[in-house]
């Protein structure tokens, strides 16, 4: 049989066992809601920091295709205007670029272009002038007319301004 003082260590060591099970619960349940709540915040913390560093990339990405250019290839700068008039179906009837005017960080090459195409070619062309990515294309007047050759057709006599780095 088991002696009184046996008997006495079991209920002891029950009771501290008891109360250690219900202190765990009491402490451990609410560490346990903190700890998933801070998971869910961590999750959206890991999707903004992803979010961002791939904004990043394609920032360096595009910070390095996006070189304005210089002065020295500015012959580029108006290549591309070129071919984004021929993208946009425009007859370019003469070009004429003008005085190279020097700033002290930039420089700029009025260009006088004559040119013939529909009206909406016409739209879509002096829109796309903001997309060129290399250069910036200022237009500094424009008249338009129709033309005399193909009344479906205007022609538009337009001044431009194209920037470059010194």
Not at 33 to 54: I, Y
Request: hydrophobic share 45%; with cysteine; charged share 20%.
């Amino acid at each position: 049989m088991i002696d009184l003082r046996q008997k006495k260590s079991i209920i002891v060591f029950s009771g501290i066992a008891i109360i250690a099970f219900i202190l765990c619960f009491i402490l451990y349940i609410p560490l346990v809601n903190q700890l998933r709540g801070r998971s869910s915040e961590t999750r959206a913390l890991e999707t903004e920091l992803l979010k961002a560093r791939n904004i990043v990339n394609f920032m360096k990405t595009a910070r390095s295709q996006l070189q304005l250019v210089t002065e020295d290839n500015l012959s580029v700068a108006t290549d591309t205007l070129m071919k984004q008039g021929g993208l946009y179906h425009i007859d370019f009837i003469s070009t004429n670029p003008g005085e190279l005017i020097r700033e002290k960080v930039y420089v700029m090459l009025p260009i006088d272009i004559v040119l013939e195409s529909g009206y909406s070619e016409l739209g879509d062309f002096l829109g796309s002038l903001d997309n060129l990515g290399n250069s910036v294309v200022k237009v500094n007047e424009f008249d338009v007319a129709p033309s005399m050759s193909d009344p479906s057709k205007l022609k538009t006599r337009l001044t431009l301004s194209i920037y470059a780095l010194r």
